[in-house]
């Protein structure tokens, strides 16, 4: 199971029956893949076995963080001299990142 046209992803090797990905897969599409695997003879009697094999797809950070908003305007009014190292403009530390991590604070 997981989406049925996932198990194109995946082949089995005839000479020595190692499942192996065949394509790429991404934890964003899905989380899974339930596959049946068979084996058969074809001598008298006809003989089948079959097992389930579950797949679990582990995600790795492939996609860049967004931040929220995608604009700052900040007015700044000129200086002069060196500012305290505590006069902080901005902070960033709102975004959004698909791979499952969000942050929801930003200081202007």
């Known amino acids: 199971s997981g989406n049925s046209g996932d198990v194109l992803n995946f082949g089995i ?3 020595n029956g190692s499942l192996f990905l065949s394509s790429p897969i991404d934890y964003e599409t899905v989380h899974f893949v339930s596959l049946s695997v068979c084996t058969m003879n ?12 579950v797949v679990d797809i582990q995600n790795i950070n492939d996609v860049t963080p ?24 901005v902070t960033f530390t709102s975004f959004v990142d ?7 604070s930003y200081t202007p």
């Open 13 to 15: 090797d005839r000479n």
């Open 42 to 53: 074809t001598a008298m009697p006809f003989q089948e076995r079959c097992i389930c094999v």
């Open 66 to 89: 967004q931040f929220i908003p995608n604009q700052v305007n900040i007015d700044l009014v000129e200086t002069q001299g060196s500012l305290p190292d505590s006069d902080r403009l």
């Open 98 to 104: 698909l791979d499952g991590f969000s942050s929801d």
